[in-house]
C-alpha cells in the first residue's frame, strides 16, 4: 500500500522539540508575520462565521502561496508557516493512487487535493501515528522526513522566500517540525482538526463553494 511506504518513508521525522517557545523554534521563515491570501481570509473567516469546524481547530493552507494557517477552535489564528506540497499541480486525487506504491506514482499523480477534510491521526507503518488528511488517498501532514533525499533540498525549499519551489512531496503536505510538534500535533491529536486545502487550478467556488459566497470581509 502507498500509505505503508510513504509512512515508514514520513515517520523519520525530526525529535520533539524542548518546551521554548515556539515562535523562536519555527524556521525563520514562519517567524515573521505574514498576511493571507484573499482567499484564505475568506475560508478563514466563513469557517469561523459558521462554525463549519465544529469546534475543533483548523488549518488553512494555501497551495499557490505554500503557507499554513492555524486556528485554534474558537477560530483565533495561531501560527502561519511554509509549507512543502505535492510536485504536480492539481486539485484532484488519482483514483486509487492510494494503493499504489511510490514507484507505481506517475508525476502527474503527486497532486496535493484541495477540499475540506477532516485530519486525524491514524496508524501508520511501524505502529506509530500519522495525521491524515485524507487516509484514502495517503495524504498526511508531517514534518519533512529525517531520510529526504538530499537532492530534495527540501529544507532550503521551505526556507526559501519564493513559493515557486515548495512543490516536491508525493502529496502530502510538510511543515516545520517546531510547528508540528508543539501546535498542531498538541491540538488534533485527540479528536483531530478541519483542514482547507485551497484549490489551485479550480475556482475556489467548484472546491468550497460555501466559503466562496460568504462575504469577503
Not at 503527486?110 to 501508520?124: E, N, S
Amino acid at each position: 500500500m502507498m500509505r505503508l511506504a510513504l509512512s515508514s518513508a514520513c515517520l523519520a521525522l525530526s525529535p520533539i522539540c524542548a518546551a521554548a517557545p515556539v515562535a523562536a523554534q519555527i524556521a525563520p521563515a514562519a517567524q515573521a508575520p505574514t498576511p493571507m491570501s484573499p482567499e484564505a481570509t475568506r475560508v478563514a473567516r466563513w469557517a469561523t462565521a459558521s462554525d463549519d469546524h465544529r469546534h475543533l481547530p483548523f488549518a488553512v493552507i494555501d497551495k499557490v502561496a505554500a503557507r499554513l494557517h492555524l486556528f485554534d477552535a474558537s477560530g483565533q489564528p495561531l501560527a502561519s508557516v511554509p509549507v512543502l506540497i505535492g510536485i504536480a499541480p492539481g486539485d484532484d486525487a488519482t483514483p486509487g493512487v492510494g494503493s499504489k506504491s511510490l514507484a507505481e506514482i506517475g508525476p502527474a499523480e503527486k497532486t496535493t487535493p484541495a477540499g475540506r477534510f477532516l485530519a486525524k491521526f491514524g496508524p501508520a507503518a511501524g505502529g506509530t501515528k500519522m495525521l491524515w488528511v485524507d487516509y484514502a488517498t495517503s495524504v498526511a501532514i508531517h514534518p519533512i522526513p529525517k531520510d529526504a533525499s538530499r537532492k530534495d533540498r527540501r529544507r532550503e525549499r521551505m526556507l526559501s522566500e519564493t513559493a515557486d519551489d515548495n512543490r516536491i512531496t508525493y502529496g502530502c503536505i510538510n511543515v516545520p517540525a517546531a510547528f508540528y510538534t508543539k501546535l498542531l500535533r498538541p491540538r488534533f491529536l485527540k479528536k483531530g482538526g478541519y483542514v482547507y486545502i485551497l484549490p489551485d487550478t479550480k475556482p475556489l467556488g467548484m472546491v468550497l463553494p460555501l466559503a466562496a459566497v460568504s462575504p469577503a470581509d
